[in-house]
């Protein structure tokens, strides 16, 4: 039997059609007007049945059957888990408050409907410490956007005639978004790939800028400054439409490509051919990606970034990038449930906390701060759902600090990662083969298509909804959840945009609440305060920040452990996220692991002489916070001086943990991100032990 559905494998939300027989996952494939030949492929969907029905699937709720260090579990019925949950939340909460108890979100639930699920249950329980991992994902990014002009783009690349790729390779993490990028390169689009690595995308790019780690904002202000310079922008919408242009001009007057090229490891020529290429080639579209994510500059980065959009007219056309129109829906997580005096453990980043109307909070490296040094105040409980922070966070050896003296921890996982291994309690979560939901994509793009469930729960586990309905009815919460079916949640989230979940069944294709719209801001302007793209933004100003990106100066070096660089004469970079793996994810799938069966340092053949490494030698990787052990691989697509180190390992190699050597002190000030993409760090080669 063939069924339709969302894979949320990773990020991308991608429509597939299964194939299912006795309640087996057999194959899947992406829905594609492409055909075939022309799709790029996806090595996690073609080894979905092994993931889905993989034999390390938790099938039963875990309970430690002593303390945490004897490392022995008891499975135990769902009653008895949840009520041990409830008990202890009610335990935190009459000794030391709600907001003792924090709930930590990770991506591989999706950010739609589970992340207000959870929002309301921790709402209506008391406490405001429900935080996602945002602060090292896309979220600071959509915070640039959003105080830029009122909402996050989306790249119209198969009708762009210029796509300016950032940090970012679709080969690797989203394939229907490169089928787009092919589609329009085969049309005769130009493409500009800004990449410190020499990915696929950026093999096939009318232009590659390998640009030096960490220093995006500094390349977009030199682009800007072409632009202003040589009135390449778009006159008449800069006119109508922004407000501080002088502002802007009087700022990227100093970073002009022959002052900021060799910092940025790039010939001026180059930077100005980027920015003639991308404001004289209309429509043009940035497609933005984490390569901004998990620097210490991500938010003034990302703003720059976002100006060269408004400076070239390239927002909300066709082939540009697109003001979403978000589906109307109902807002069910309770913010207004919580005391206006109960704060966050965030609250040190109020406007990241507050950017938006139903994000809230994302600044997760708090949670250690709460837990090991009490601040702003103690954190007793954590659950963490859907996450590793273990392997993921930075500066991991802290985090783990923190997991083992947190005084309970709840994880919900369909696996026993290597975060669970410090848990009180692991609940089994379903795949996302079995449960039916919401994806952030359906609820924040004006098309609606539905994660529908084609398979019963594997063993006894249970889709993340029905754990977070079930809790909060045992913590007296009936009225707020009044749902009995996922399906009744839906269908009220979706009543304002006059959708079903059997309207959805309907049209697996998915339903739009609206024809695609274009140049919306003519007749109702853009989501700022003041209507009009923000180039110089007052809110920021008022707060302390740059009004305009870097009109108080360029930093003296945005790198990790830029104050010991002396020390540490190697540059490393968190590798890419691999197409089989997502983050820590997938690392013990055998169909996954073939042709890539370890993590692995790239280290350029220049270097690789230097150094005396050959091919498969083991090198230790060291900073100021830790060290991890992996394998050299020559290879010349990375920078001469550069080590480009393998991304995710920790989970199955606790040797090979990049977050190991990862910095969580300096953290941006609005976002609270740490620099964990790139870092100054130690290389050797470990030589073999003499014979005995």
């Given amino acids: 039997m063939k069924r339709n559905t969302v894979c949320r494998l990773c990020s991308s939300c991608c429509p597939v059609e299964v194939e299912v027989s006795d309640n087996r996952l057999l194959a899947a494939r992406r829905r594609s007007p492409l055909p075939p030949e022309q799709q790029w492929p996806c090595p996690k969907l073609a080894a979905a049945a092994r993931i ?96 830029t002009y009122g909402a996050m783009t989306l790249p119209q690349a198969r009708d762009a005639r210029c796509i300016l790729v950032w940090g970012k390779n679709d080969m690797n993490t989203n394939p229907p978004a490169c089928d787009a990028i092919l589609e329009a390169c085969r049309q005769g689009t130009k493409l500009i790939v800004v990449d410190p690595v020499r990915t696929g995308l950026a093999e096939r790019a009318d232009l590659w800028l390998p640009i030096k780690p960490g220093h995006d904002g500094l390349l977009a202000m030199a682009m800007i400054h072409e632009i ?81 959009r408004a400076l ?55 949670i250690p701060d709460a837990i090991l040094d009490g601040r702003p105040y103690p954190v007793r409980m954590l659950v963490v759902q859907s996450g590793n922070p273990a392997v993921t966070m930075a500066d991991s050896g802290r985090v783990r600090e923190a997991l083992a003296k947190v005084q309970c921890l709840v994880v919900i996982d369909p696996f026993l990662t290597r975060t669970a291994a410090f848990a009180d309690v692991v609940l089994p979560a379903c795949g996302c083969f079995e449960k039916t939901q919401l994806n952030r994509a359906a609820l924040r793009h004006n098309r609606v298509v539905l994660q529908d469930q084609i398979l019963p729960p594997i063993g006894d586990s249970r889709p993340d909804w029905w754990i977070i309905f079930e809790l909060a009815r045992r913590l007296g919460l009936e009225r707020e959840f009044p749902w009995t ?91 890419p996220r691999s197409g089989r793996f997502t983050h820590s994810q997938f690392h013990r ?74 910095d969580d002190h300096r953290r941006n000030a609005v976002t609270a991100t740490p620099s964990s993409r790139t870092f100054y760090c130690r290389m050797e080669k470990v030589l073999p032990s003499p014979p005995a």
């Fill in 52 to 147: 889905t029905h993989a034999p390390e699937r938790l099938r039963r709720p875990l309970l430690r059957a002593g303390g945490r260090r004897d490392g022995t579990w008891r499975e135990v019925d769902w009653n008895e888990a949840l009520d041990w949950v409830a008990e202890r939340f009610r335990h935190f909460r009459s000794r030391h408050g709600a907001e003792s108890v924090c709930w930590l979100r990770g991506m591989a639930a999706d950010w739609g409907a589970p992340w207000d699920y959870v929002n309301r249950l921790m709402n209506a329980f008391g406490s405001p410490n429900t935080i996602g991992n945002g602060s090292v994902c896309h979220v600071a990014r959509e915070m640039a956007h959003t105080y």
């Fill in 312 to 366: 070239t007219g390239n927002l909300d056309r066709p082939g540009g990038d697109l003001l979403p129109q978000p589906v109307p829906t109902r807002n069910l997580q309770l913010r207004e449930r919580l005391p206006a005096e109960r704060a966050p453990i965030t609250s040190a980043y109020p406007l990241f906390n507050r950017f938006h109307s139903n994000w809230g909070l994302h600044a997760q490296s708090c």
């Fill in 589 to 662: 799938i055998p169909d996954l692991l073939n042709d890539e069966p370890e993590g692995r340092v790239d280290i350029h053949p220049q270097d690789a002489v230097q150094q005396c490494i050959v091919d498969g030698d083991l090198l230790r990787i060291s900073t100021p916070r830790g060290e991890l052990r992996l394998k050299a691989r020559i290879w010349d697509g990375v920078p001469v001086g550069a080590l480009l180190i393998g991304w995710g390992w920790g989970e199955t190699d606790p040797a090979g943990n990049l977050n190991d050597l990862t």
């Fill in 485 to 575: 079916t996922v399906e009744e949640a839906i269908d009220e989230q979706l009543q304002p945009a006059g959708i079903t979940v059997a309207d959805l069944r309907r049209h697996p294709e998915g339903l739009s609440v609206a024809e695609t719209a274009f140049q919306k801001f003519l007749q109702r302007g853009f989501a700022t305060p003041s209507g009009k793209v923000e180039l110089f933004s007052a809110r920021l100003a008022e707060a302390g920040h740059a009004g305009v990106p870097y009109d108080d100066g360029w930093p003296a070096d945005p790198i990790g452990f830029a104050d010991q660089a002396a020390e540490l004469p190697w540059i490393g970079i968190s590798g």
């Fill in 228 to 308: 202003l310079a040589n009135d390449l922008h778009d006159a008449a919408f800069v006119r109508d439409w922004t407000l501080g242009l002088e502002d802007l001009r009087r700022t990227a007057a100093s970073f002009t490509p022959e002052a900021v090229a060799e910092a940025l490891w790039l010939r001026a020529e180059d930077i100005r051919a980027a920015a003639r290429m991308y404001a004289t080639t209309a429509p043009a579209c940035i497609i933005d990606g984490n390569g901004l994510d998990m620097q210490l500059q991500v938010f003034q980065d990302t703003r720059a970034v976002c100006l060269l």
